[in-house]
Antibody, heavy 126, light 112 residues
């Protein structure tokens, strides 16, 4: 079955940029939505955004001005960049696969995050 | 954003007994195609969340049949017929109808 593995940075300081990559194994990155989700004790689970394998992206408006998600189909991986970090960005960051289904008329719908990475802890501190 | 509200937030259960978790959404999750875009996840201690139920009532692959999801519109429930020790963790509902996708605050199930 598909496996996702996040690459994590070391500790980061306020105002720096977070860069994470998610490696997807055992399955092609094509045909799915690929998301970043983070978890904090205070805000719980927060969806950051997704990228489709063709490169189209959608971001949470609360983070949109600071987020970029990109995909590299040749390497079967996708990446997250989050700029202007503050302590509030301290969280466990997960990558996840978004599955889809089609109806009788061949319309496609996102339905769930069916596979998740193990998560990587990101700490922002001065 | 669609707000997801779960209850209870803490749920102590005796093994073998049933458990029910509720989830309400601030907007209907019933789409015009007849599907309810509501998922349930379980996060076991020290692990990432895992999908239990999608589209309101469909069990994900490998999920035991003691887990069941029902509901429509703005009110949904997750039921565990007979709780086992391995079911401990935090249960989350999530709406998949529109972005930004949003989660409930979580229900922590513990064994009495």
């Amino acid at each position: 079955q598909v496996q996702l593995q996040e690459s994590g940075p070391g500790p980061l300081r306020p105002s720096e940029t977070l860069s994470l990559t998610c490696f997807v194994s055992s399955d092609s990155i094509r045909g799915y939505y690929w998301s970043w989700i983070r978890q904090t004790p205070g805000k719980g689970l927060e969806w950051i955004g997704y990228i489709y394998y063709n490169g189209s992206a959608n971001y949470n408006p609360s983070l949109k001005s600071r987020v970029t998600i990109s995909v590299d189909t040749s390497k079967n991986q996708f990446s997250l960049k989050l700029t202007s970090l503050t302590a509030a960005d301290t969280a466990v960051y997960y990558c996840a696969r978004g599955s889809t289904y089609s109806d009788f008329w061949n319309n496609y719908y996102f339905d769930a995050f069916d596979f998740w990475g193990q998560g990587t802890v990101v700490t922002v501190s001065s | 954003d669609i707000v997801m509200t779960q209850s209870p937030l803490s749920l102590p259960v005796t093994p073998g007994e049933p458990a029910t978790i509720s989830c309400r959404s601030s907007q209907t999750l019933l789409y015009s195609n007849g599907d309810n875009f509501l998922n349930w996840y379980l996060q076991k201690p020290g692990q990432s969340p895992q999908l239990l139920i999608y589209l309101g009532s469909n069990r994900a692959s490998g999920v035991p049949d003691r887990f069941g999801g029902i509901g429509s519109g703005t009110y949904f429930t997750l039921t565990i017929n007979r709780v086992e020790a391995e079911d401990v963790g935090v249960y989350y509902c999530m709406q998949a109808l529109q972005t930004p996708y949003t989660f409930g605050q979580g229900t922590k199930l513990e064994i009495k």
